[in-house]
């Protein structure tokens, strides 16, 4: 059946975060990336306006595709950073619903990254070894044990080895009913948001924890590139800053979200004012030494304890995120000094 443009762009407005024109076409790897990004964060859905009327005169080609010469594909500056970016947003996706698994730095992680960044490499006419993009996650991952760091090194290598990799598709089509196809796209997506829909609902204390902890570690580790730094800082706070757009005035999940905000806005403050605001939360001066930072951290987190605390479970659970997050700003730096 022959694509329509004016479907593929009504698709595109309606649901294209979630890839509805991509499934329309025939791209079942862009459908999936963007059904996990929410269309590549926003950006990748609205960038991909120009390129519709390319891809559906590419879907109505019915002729013989002409056979490839043993040249790879171009390399793409922009898929590159994708798969890296992408391979982050895996990581960090396992880090919080999976953390908690034996072994998780040497499987869980690893794994996730290296699919994270495949995903990205399957999109169009593309693809990547697997094999080979998974091996070098798996090999990269033990170096940075136990680290939430980690997740950065492995994604540049999954990502560096995947474009090295990197060739077309065999075949454009693989014959699958559209029932067939949404059954594997549906499949896929809930591997992918089933572990971080279990540990958002049944820990949420947890889940802002690794939050706010691998967010102010990266960014902490960027204090040198401060454009990059705040380009990230921005880009990570764009879910908050949609969910207030969203509910502002609403009232929709006000009560649990007002918990939430004093953990973004102290995300937010990582690169300018990430020392003083962490001083000021653990209750002590500026400069402080370590023994004062430590013993203020164990008399703040047995003070506001969720489990010594459920007549005041909302504030507890926001004290005690708050003072992590301080305690792990101000002993990172110190740690990284060498003695």
């Given at each position: ?202 820990n949420t204390a947890a889940t802002a924890g690794y939050v706010a902890h691998v ?125």
């Amino acid at each position: 059946m022959a694509k329509r443009l004016l479907v593929t762009y009504a698709l595109w407005a309606l649901g294209g975060p979630v890839g509805l024109h991509h499934i329309y076409l025939g791209r079942d790897s862009h459908a999936l990336l963007w059904m996990l990004t929410l269309g590549g964060f926003g950006v990748g859905w609205l960038w991909e306006f120009w390129q519709l009327p390319g891809w559906v005169a590419r879907a109505n080609d019915t002729r013989e595709p002409q056979p490839r010469g043993p040249e790879p594909p171009a390399l793409s500056p922009m898929r590159f950073f994708g798969q890296v970016l992408v391979g982050i947003y895996f990581g960090l996706v396992a880090l919080i619903g999976l953390s908690s698994l034996a072994g998780f730095y040497l499987l869980a992680l690893p794994l996730a990254v290296g699919l994270g960044v495949h995903v990205v490499s399957s999109v169009g006419d593309q693809t990547s070894d697997l094999r080979s993009t998974l091996a070098a996650a798996f090999l990269t991952s033990p170096i940075f044990y136990g680290r939430a760091l980690a997740i950065l090194p492995v994604s540049l290598t999954a990502s560096v080895t995947a474009q090295q990799c990197r060739g077309y598709k065999a075949c454009r089509g693989t014959g699958e009913t559209l029932r067939s196809r949404l059954y594997h796209l549906g499949l896929a997506y809930l591997a992918f948001t089933a572990p971080l829909a279990y540990c958002a609902l049944s820990n949420t204390a947890a889940t802002a924890g690794y939050v706010a902890h691998v967010t102010g570690t990266i960014l902490a580790r960027l204090s040198f590139f401060p454009s990059l730094g705040s380009f990230l800082e921005q880009l990570l706070l764009l879910p908050y800053r949609a969910w207030r757009l969203l509910t502002e005035g609403a009232g929709f999940g006000a009560g649990s979200f007002q918990e939430w905000e004093k953990v973004y806005e102290f995300v937010q403050s990582f690169q300018s004012e990430r020392q003083p605001l962490a001083y000021k939360v653990l209750g002590l001066r500026d400069g402080a030494p370590v023994e004062e930072i430590h013993k203020s951290y164990r008399d703040l987190v047995k003070l506001w304890h969720p489990d010594h605390n459920q007549h005041r479970a909302e504030e507890a659970e926001r004290r005690f995120i708050e003072v992590q997050a301080a305690y792990e700003s101000l002993v990172q730096p110190r740690k990284a000094k060498p003695t």
